[in-house]
């Protein structure tokens, strides 16, 4: 019985050194698998990537994934959106208050 014990206990310890060297790892050593790295940017291509995709809108900030809002330039004067605004008051386009119905119109 004592040799019988001997040999099972040799016989594991080889086993789980075989095990523990086997060829590839296991658990999360091996994730996420190593990938060959190609040729980096330089900081100057990166920097310009970046004002590239900024322009486009393609950049998002916060949590929500949304793109940054677009700044445009105004293409109307001041005195000409006063105008505008004028001109739909005396039309009656303009809605007021929490109803969504113009006023004026029949």
Same mark, same amino acid.
């Given at each position: 019985?004592? $040799?019988?014990?001997?040999?099972?206990?040799? !016989?594991?310890?080889?086993?789980? !050194?075989?095990?523990?060297?086997?060829?590839?790892? !296991?658990? =999360?050593?091996?994730? /996420? /698998?190593? $990938?060959?790295?190609? /040729?980096? #940017? $330089?900081? +100057?291509?990166?920097? =310009? =990537? #970046?004002?590239?995709?900024? +322009?486009?809108?393609?950049? $998002?900030?916060? =949590?929500?994934?949304?793109? @940054?809002?677009?700044?445009?330039? +105004?293409? #109307?004067?001041? *005195?000409?959106?006063?105008? *505008?605004? +004028?001109?739909?008051?005396?039309?009656?386009?303009? @809605?007021?208050?929490?109803?969504?119905?113009?006023?004026?119109? !029949?």
């Amino acid at each position: 019985m004592k $040799t019988l014990f001997s040999a099972l206990l040799l !016989s594991m310890t080889f086993a789980g !050194s075989a095990y523990a060297a086997g060829p590839a790892p !296991s658990g =999360e050593l091996d994730y /996420p /698998p190593a $990938t060959a790295s190609g /040729p980096s #940017l $330089t900081r +100057a291509q990166v920097v =310009e =990537e #970046l004002r590239v995709a900024r +322009a486009n809108g393609q950049v $998002t900030f916060g =949590e929500l994934d949304q793109p @940054a809002a677009q700044v445009h330039t +105004a293409a #109307l004067t001041r *005195e000409q959106v006063r105008a *505008e605004a +004028a001109q739909a008051r005396a039309n009656g386009d303009i @809605a007021f208050g929490e109803l969504d119905y113009q006023g004026n119109r !029949s």
